[in-house]
């Protein structure tokens, strides 16, 4: 998989991009039939096709973030939210320092909820930053690809991820994927853990997933990007 960027200086002086994607991802479990990487690959691949796509400058991934509620699973990692907050503000920082004054974040776990206030934090004084898919854009995703489960049952290593990485690299995806369905409520989240709610780390319904439906996934939030990184670009950055 070619999903991190090997530019050089020189290109990127080239380039002279005035937006940078930054692709954040996380190393946790995703059941038995997905890789801990899962979260990272899918941020890495929309990113390198956005900045492809857009001529943007694209950035290496953070990938271990704000998984603690995958805490006990084997190879599972996570960071504090204030230590990816601090990532993010660092690495915008340095960016403008360099001459690129705004920043898509692509984030690909659900709990980093953090990365909300930090783009937030970071508008205050002009358009400086977004994040990226916004809600809107995964349930268009859904709807054009044709999946059959709702953002709120495909809730991790499901359907729609396990459709994103058989498109990407269908090598890392195991066979168990097709009898690994598992539906659960869980409305204590945050405060019991995953595993209060599944004993294999599968909440959604992976046997639905298609190589196709990734595939239009993917484009499809390619096509969303265009809206987000207009937003951003209708501001003045000083």
Known sequence: MDLITTATTTDEANRRADVAVLPVGSFEQH?????????TIIACAVAKAA???????????????????????????????????????????SLRGA??????????????????????????EGRR?????????????????GLASSSHDDMHAGEIETSLLLHLCPEVVRDTYRTADHRAERPDLLVLGMRAYTDTGVIGE??????????????????????????LRGGTVD
């Open 31 to 39: 059941g038995d039939h997905l890789p801990l990487l899962t979260d």
């Open 51 to 93: 900045a492809t796509a857009y001529d943007l400058m694209l950035l290496p991934p953070v990938p271990i973030s704000c998984s603690q509620e995958h805490t006990g699973w084997p190879g599972s990692v996570s960071i504090r939210s204030s230590t990816l907050a601090r990532i993010i503000t660092d690495v915008a920082a």
């Open 99 to 124: 001459g690129v004054g705004r920043l898509i974040v692509v984030n690909g776990h659900g709990g980093n909820y953090i990365l909300a206030n930090v783009v937030q934090e970071a508008n205050v």
């Open 129 to 145: 930053m977004a994040l990226f898919p916004r809600r809107e854009d995964w349930e268009t995703a859904r709807r054009e690809a």
């Open 206 to 231: 992976p046997s639905l997933a298609t190589a196709a439906k990734g595939e239009v996934v993917l484009a499809s939030l390619i096509g969303s990007f265009a809206d987000a990184l207009a937003v």
